[in-house]
C-alpha cells in the first residue's frame, strides 16, 4: 500500500498495539503492518492461544507465522496492577488499540474503551466480537464455527439432501478480521479531518450475513426454497450454467452470468445449435432447464482433463477453472509472480511459505512481511524506548511476572 506520489507506505508512522488473538484481529493488524504500521502484539505471558499450538505441532502453530509476520511482540500481564499501567502508558504513544476479546473482559479488567481513550483522546479502539457489543447475544462466546452456524452460511452451505456443513476455510474470521481494518482505516481517516479518536464495534455475525446475498435473494423471491443449501448450484438458483462439473483427472468450475459467457461455451463446446436452444436460449430458460443444462455441460467436460479444459476457457473467454488442491494452490506461478508468497527459513520452525497483503496499490507486487516475533521478543525495545524504562527496571518486571 504506497503512495502514488511518494512511494511510501500508507500507515508508515501509525503505532499500533495489538491485543488480538487467534485469527480474527490479528488479521486486521497484519494488514496494517503490510500497509507500514508499526504493530505491536501484546500477549499474556504464555503466549496467545495460535502460539501455544506449537506444543501440539509444527503445523498447528503456522497460522501465528501467516498473521503476524512484521509485528513487534511483548508480554504483559493484564490481570496485575503493574501490568494494567505499563498498558496504560504505552498506550499514551499508539493511534490504534485493537482488541477481539468477548464483550466486558476489557471493562473487566478496569482497560476498557472509556478508559484507554481517556489517556490519548485520539486514540481509536477497535473491538471485534462474535455479536457486537450491544444486543441481547453480546455476551454469547462466539468462534467461527458458531457463527457460521448463527448466521445461516452454514445452512446454506452443502447439498440440498445433506445436513448442514461449514465452509472449510475460517470465513467468518477472515471476513470479521477484514471488515475491522476497513473500520480502522476509516476511523484513521476521519481522525485526519477532525482530529476525534474512535470507538468500533465490529460484530463477525453481521460481517459474514452480506455474503448471503444469492441466497437471500432466493428465500425473498416469489418460490422461497424449502432448503436453502444448493450444493454447488447458485445460492439463488438463478444463475446456470454454474456448477462443478466433472473432467477425466478432477473437476471444473464453470459459471456463465451473461449470454456472452454462455454463447462462448458453446462454441468450445462445438455447440453453436446450443445457442438457440428452446431450453437453453436465455438465462431463465437455462435456470429453469438446470438439470439439462448441466447434463449438457458435463457431458463435454467428461471428455477432458484439467489442463483442456482450462485452455478452452482462456481461448473461448468463459469463466472457468479446475478445482485446486490446496498444494496446487501453494505451487500457483501467477500467485508466486504477483507476489502473494514468500519462502521464509524461519530459525526456529524452518522453512515456510508466508503470506503478503492481498491489497495492490500502484502495481506493486506483495511485499515480504518478515519474520514473526519471539514471545515477549520485543519487551526490552518497547518499554525502554518508549517508556524510558532502565535495563534494571525491565528485569524488576520479568521477576515480578508482570512481563
Not at 450444493?231 to 477425466?248: D, E, F, I, S, T
Amino acid at each position: 500500500m504506497t503512495d502514488a506520489n511518494t512511494g511510501s507506505l500508507a500507515f508508515e508512522g501509525v503505532r499500533v498495539l495489538d491485543l488480538g488473538q487467534v485469527y480474527q484481529a490479528p488479521y486486521a493488524t497484519f494488514l496494517m503492518a503490510q500497509a507500514g504500521a508499526e504493530v505491536i502484539k501484546v500477549e499474556p505471558l504464555d503466549g496467545e492461544p495460535v502460539r501455544k499450538r506449537f506444543n501440539v505441532s509444527l503445523g498447528a502453530g503456522i497460522p501465528l507465522a501467516l498473521l503476524n509476520s512484521g509485528k513487534k511482540a511483548i508480554t504483559l500481564n493484564l490481570k496485575s496492577e503493574e501490568g494494567k499501567a505499563i498498558l496504560l502508558d504505552l498506550v499514551k504513544h499508539v493511534d490504534v488499540v485493537v482488541e477481539n476479546y468477548r464483550p466486558g473482559v476489557m471493562d473487566r479488567l478496569g482497560i476498557g474503551h472509556d478508559v484507554l481513550r481517556a489517556q490519548n483522546p485520539r486514540l481509536i479502539v477497535g473491538s471485534a466480537s462474535g455479536y457486537g457489543q450491544s444486543g441481547p447475544d453480546r455476551d454469547q462466546p462466539a468462534m467461527d464455527i458458531t457463527i457460521q452456524a448463527a448466521s445461516g452460511l452454514m445452512s446454506a452451505t452443502g447439498f440440498p439432501d445433506g445436513p448442514p456443513v461449514k465452509s472449510g476455510p475460517a470465513v467468518a474470521d477472515f471476513l470479521s478480521g477484514t471488515h475491522l481494518f476497513g473500520a480502522i482505516a476509516t476511523a484513521l481517516y476521519r481522525r485526519e479531518k477532525t482530529g476525534e479518536g474512535a470507538s468500533i464495534d465490529i460484530a463477525m455475525l453481521e460481517t459474514v450475513i452480506p455474503a448471503l446475498a444469492s441466497n437471500l435473494g432466493a428465500y425473498f423471491g416469489d418460490n422461497p426454497p424449502a432448503v436453502d443449501r444448493t450444493g454447488n448450484h447458485h445460492g439463488g438458483y438463478a444463475v446456470a450454467p454454474y456448477n462443478v462439473y466433472a473432467l477425466k483427472d478432477g473437476y471444473l468450475a464453470i459459471i456463465c452470468i451473461n449470454e456472452g459467457h454462455w454463447q462462448r461455451l458453446c462454441n468450445a463446446m462445438g455447440r453453436p445449435d446450443l445457442i438457440d436452444h428452446e431450453d437453453f436460449r436465455s438465462m431463465a430458460r437455462r435456470a429453469r432447464n438446470m438439470a439439462k443444462t448441466d447434463a449438457v455441460v458435463e457431458d463435454w467436460t467428461a471428455q477432458l482433463t484439467q489442463e483442456e479444459a482450462l485452455a478452452l476457457g482462456q481461448e473461448f473467454g468463459f469463466p472457468c477453472s479446475p478445482v485446486k488442491t490446496i498444494d496446487d494452490m501453494l505451487h500457483d506461478p501467477h500467485l508466486w509472480e504477483r507476489g502473494m508468497f514468500h519462502k521464509q527459513d524461519h530459525p526456529i520452525i524452518g522453512d515456510i511459505t508466508v503470506l503478503a497483503s492481498p491489497l495492490r496499490f500502484d502495481g506493486a507486487p506483495g511485499r515480504d512481511p518478515g519474520f514473526f516475533p519471539d514471545l515477549g521478543g520485543n519487551n526490552d525495545e518497547v518499554l525502554g524506548e518508549w517508556l524510558n524504562l532502565s535495563e534494571a527496571d525491565i528485569q524488576k518486571l520479568r521477576d515480578e511476572g508482570v512481563i
